[in-house]
Every structure is written in structure tokens, then in C-alpha cells.
């Protein structure tokens, strides 16, 4: 009976299995029948791995309230940047374009810091005005993140062709030191700078922390590890019809990476928007920019191991649009991060940063 009343709480995992078999019996059938339906496969595929991602989230978060923070925002990060990938490096073995993995990091920060983040902020202050958190994450994570990203996407336009492979090594090694320090600090002795000392009057239970007590850690490990494995068996068929299915029509190279980033973020959109509703901004600042930090800094060293691998460069320089838009998020959030409280004003300029980017990404720039 414990074993069925299990299955009934993860039957979304059970779904995805379900599907991913169906898929796996079927991928030559829907591949003969166009590009139309290919393309409706994908986009089913991707429903369902959105699916299967929240509820690893879920197992995540319940491992996050039982450690608590800064321990509680890294499980939720990496658990979504192991799906991120995941998915990635299933999608580069394939037909996939060069410039993926730079255009899905571009889209992960503007979708983590400008739209998470942005939202959060613009609701949360709607509702309560202006919302306290701990000033030196912000900081922190800022100063990481631009580090981060102009090793790994703006120095390489200026690395030779026949030079990729030494500065791709250097990346690897930089990016490791960059998050070994930074695991360091967020679990050490700087642990306080990712935390926030609420009244307790402002503690309010959440809902993964009602259930917690139903859901012991090792099942909660387990579930994540299996969670993760449905999900790359998914996103190995996702690829495959959205490949045909887009193919030859025009559509934007970017549109891929956005949905590979929107994957991997979707359960990060719920938690943070949720936080920041119950006045708790702490949390959703850890999620967001660590989210974004994670992203860069976990992203690049794996896939430009793969790159090393297979002798064949990725092209991670970012382009003059992308610069300039990375450039005026960070020192946006470098000020909107500056004082520890957040505001309606100080989202909704993150949010139309947000706007902006969906909307030169519409216009293929």
C-alpha cells in the first residue's frame, strides 16, 4: 500500500515515463510524418519535461528546508542547472546549432535575473512595498556572475581560431576555482551574507514544509536522481523532433535556447514568485542570481569539456546585442541590489529589461 499511495504522489514522474516509452517506440513514426507533427511531439515533450522538472523541484525543496538556507537555495539551483545540462549536452551530440549553449546561458540570466527576479520583485512589492533582504548576496553574486560571464562569453572574441583550445582549458580551471571559493563562502564562514533574519512574527510554514515530515531525505534523494534520468531520456527525443520540426522554417536560432532555459527555470519561477509573495525576498534573491550564477559557472566548464572532447569549439563569444544587454542587466541589478530592499520600481525595470530581450530575440537579434 506504501508503495501505491508513492506512486500516486509521483504520478507525474510515472506520466513522464510513460511518455518517454511511448516516444522511444514511436520517434521513427513521428519523424516520418512531417515536420508538423514532429514539431507537436516537441512541444508535448517539453510540457512534459516541465512537468517532471517541477516535481524534482519539489523533492529539492523539501531537501532545502530541512538544511535550511544557504544550503536550502544551492540544492535548488543545482538541481535545475543538472537539468539545464543535461538537456544541453544531449542536444549538441545532434544537429544542433554551434551557438546553443552561448544563446541558452544568455537567455537562463535574462530569464533568472530580468524575468525571475524582475517579477518577483514588482509583485512582492506590489504587495508588501519594499521588501528586506541581506545586501551582500546581491553583491556577491553580481560581482561572480560578471566575472563569470566575461571570461567565459566576452574574452573569447578575442581568442584566435587556432588558440580555442588553450583558453578553453584555462575557462574549465577558472570556473571551477571561481565556484570552489564560491561554495566556500556561501557554506563557510560567509554563509551569513546568503541569509536573512526574519521577525518571527514574518515566519510563515510554506507548503513543501507541511509535507516535509511525510517525505524522509533518502526519498527525496532518490526521486531527484530518477527525476533527472527521465528527464535526459526526454529531452533525447525532445531534440530529435524539435530539430525536424523547426527545420527550414525560418524560425529564430535563439527560440531553442529559450526554451531549454525556460525548462530548467520553470520550477525556480514558482518557488521565487512564492517567496517573494510571502514577504520573503531572501529566498528569492538566492534563487535568481544564484540560479544565474550557477548556470554560468557549472554550464561552461561541462560543455567546454565536451568541447575539448570532441575537437570541436563551441562558439561562446557573445554577440554585440547580447553584450550590451548583459551589461545593462548587471549594473541594473548591481543598484537595485545595493541598499538590501527591493521595490516595485526596482522590478519593473528589471521586467521591461526582461520585455526587451523576448523582443529582440523575436526580431532574430
Same mark, same amino acid.
Request: charged share 15%.
Given at each position: 500500500?506504501? @508503495?501505491?499511495?508513492?506512486?500516486? #504522489?509521483?504520478?507525474?514522474?510515472?506520466?513522464?515515463?510513460?511518455?518517454?516509452?511511448?516516444?522511444?517506440?514511436?520517434?521513427?513514426?513521428?519523424?516520418?510524418?512531417?515536420?508538423?507533427?514532429?514539431?507537436?511531439?516537441?512541444?508535448?515533450?517539453?510540457?512534459?519535461?516541465?512537468?517532471?522538472?517541477?516535481?524534482?523541484?519539489?523533492? &529539492?525543496?523539501?531537501?532545502?528546508?530541512?538544511?535550511? #538556507?544557504?544550503?536550502?537555495?544551492?540544492?535548488?539551483?543545482?538541481? /535545475?542547472? &543538472?537539468?539545464?545540462?543535461?538537456?544541453? &549536452?544531449?542536444?549538441?551530440?545532434?544537429?544542433?546549432?554551434?551557438?546553443?549553449?552561448?544563446?541558452?546561458?544568455?537567455?537562463?540570466?535574462?530569464?533568472?535575473?530580468?524575468? @525571475?527576479? $524582475?517579477?518577483?520583485?514588482?509583485?512582492?512589492?506590489?504587495?508588501?512595498?519594499?521588501? +528586506?533582504?541581506?545586501?551582500?548576496?546581491?553583491?556577491?553574486?553580481?560581482?561572480?556572475?560578471?566575472?563569470?560571464?566575461?571570461?567565459?562569453?566576452?574574452?573569447?572574441?578575442?581568442?584566435? #581560431?587556432?588558440?580555442?583550445?588553450?583558453?578553453?582549458?584555462?575557462?574549465?580551471?577558472?570556473?571551477?576555482?571561481?565556484?570552489?571559493?564560491?561554495?566556500?563562502?556561501?557554506?563557510?564562514?560567509?554563509?551569513?551574507?546568503?541569509?536573512?533574519?526574519?521577525?518571527?512574527?514574518?515566519?510563515?510554514?510554506?507548503?513543501?514544509?507541511?509535507?516535509?515530515?511525510?517525505?524522509?531525505?533518502?526519498?527525496?534523494?532518490?526521486?531527484?536522481?530518477? $527525476?533527472?534520468?527521465?528527464? $535526459?531520456?526526454?529531452?533525447?527525443?525532445?531534440?530529435?523532433?524539435?530539430?525536424?520540426?523547426?527545420?527550414?522554417?525560418?524560425?529564430? %536560432?535563439?527560440?531553442?535556447? *529559450?526554451?531549454?532555459? &525556460?525548462?530548467? /527555470? /520553470? +520550477?525556480?519561477?514558482?518557488?521565487?514568485?512564492?517567496?517573494?509573495?510571502?514577504?520573503?525576498?531572501?529566498?528569492?534573491?538566492?534563487?535568481?542570481?544564484?540560479?544565474?550564477?550557477?548556470?554560468?559557472?557549472?554550464?561552461?566548464?561541462?560543455?567546454?569539456? *565536451?568541447?575539448?572532447?570532441?575537437?570541436?569549439?563551441?562558439?561562446?563569444?557573445?554577440?554585440?546585442?547580447?553584450? %550590451?544587454?548583459?551589461?545593462?542587466?548587471?549594473?541594473?541589478?548591481?543598484?537595485?541590489?545595493?541598499?538590501?530592499?527591493?521595490?516595485? *520600481?526596482?522590478?519593473?525595470?528589471?521586467?521591461?529589461?526582461? /520585455?526587451?530581450?523576448?523582443?529582440?530575440?523575436?526580431?532574430?537579434?
Amino acid at each position: 500500500m506504501q @508503495i501505491v499511495s508513492r506512486l500516486k #504522489d509521483e504520478m507525474f514522474l510515472v506520466l513522464a515515463m510513460a511518455v518517454a516509452v511511448v516516444a522511444y517506440f514511436s520517434e521513427h513514426t513521428v519523424l516520418e510524418m512531417g515536420r508538423g507533427m514532429s514539431l507537436i511531439a516537441a512541444v508535448a515533450l517539453v510540457a512534459t519535461i516541465v512537468v517532471a522538472s517541477v516535481r524534482v523541484a519539489h523533492h &529539492a525543496e523539501i531537501l532545502a528546508i530541512k538544511v535550511g #538556507d544557504p544550503y536550502g537555495t544551492m540544492i535548488l539551483t543545482l538541481s /535545475a542547472v &543538472a537539468v539545464e545540462v543535461i538537456i544541453l &549536452a544531449i542536444m549538441m551530440s545532434g544537429e544542433s546549432s554551434p551557438t546553443l549553449v552561448r544563446d541558452t546561458i544568455y537567455a537562463a540570466l535574462m530569464l533568472d535575473i530580468n524575468g @525571475i527576479l $524582475g517579477l518577483a520583485a514588482l509583485l512582492g512589492g506590489l504587495k508588501h512595498g519594499e521588501q +528586506p533582504y541581506n545586501d551582500n548576496s546581491g553583491k556577491t553574486y553580481g560581482v561572480m556572475i560578471l566575472t563569470a560571464m566575461g571570461i567565459s562569453m566576452i574574452v573569447p572574441e578575442f581568442v584566435p #581560431d587556432d588558440k580555442w583550445h588553450y583558453y578553453s582549458a584555462f575557462t574549465i580551471v577558472a570556473m571551477i576555482a571561481l565556484y570552489g571559493l564560491f561554495l566556500r563562502m556561501q557554506v563557510g564562514q560567509h554563509s551569513y551574507f546568503f541569509s536573512y533574519a526574519y521577525p518571527r512574527g514574518e515566519r510563515k510554514k510554506t507548503d513543501a514544509e507541511e509535507h516535509s515530515a511525510e517525505d524522509s531525505t533518502m526519498v527525496s534523494i532518490a526521486t531527484i536522481l530518477i $527525476g533527472v534520468v527521465i528527464i $535526459g531520456l526526454l529531452a533525447e527525443f525532445m531534440s530529435t523532433f524539435m530539430t525536424e520540426g523547426l527545420r527550414d522554417t525560418g524560425a529564430p %536560432v535563439a527560440l531553442t535556447a *529559450i526554451v531549454v532555459a &525556460a525548462i530548467s /527555470a /520553470a +520550477p525556480e519561477i514558482l518557488t521565487a514568485l512564492r517567496a517573494a509573495l510571502r514577504n520573503r525576498m531572501q529566498a528569492t534573491v538566492n534563487i535568481a542570481m544564484g540560479a544565474s550564477l550557477s548556470t554560468v559557472i557549472l554550464t561552461v566548464p561541462v560543455m567546454e569539456a *565536451i568541447a575539448l572532447y570532441t575537437g570541436q569549439p563551441f562558439i561562446m563569444a557573445m554577440t554585440p546585442v547580447q553584450t %550590451v544587454m548583459v551589461a545593462i542587466t548587471l549594473i541594473a541589478a548591481a543598484i537595485n541590489l545595493n541598499d538590501g530592499e527591493t521595490n516595485a *520600481i526596482e522590478g519593473m525595470t528589471h521586467f521591461i529589461l526582461f /520585455a526587451t530581450f523576448l523582443m529582440l530575440t523575436a526580431l532574430g537579434l
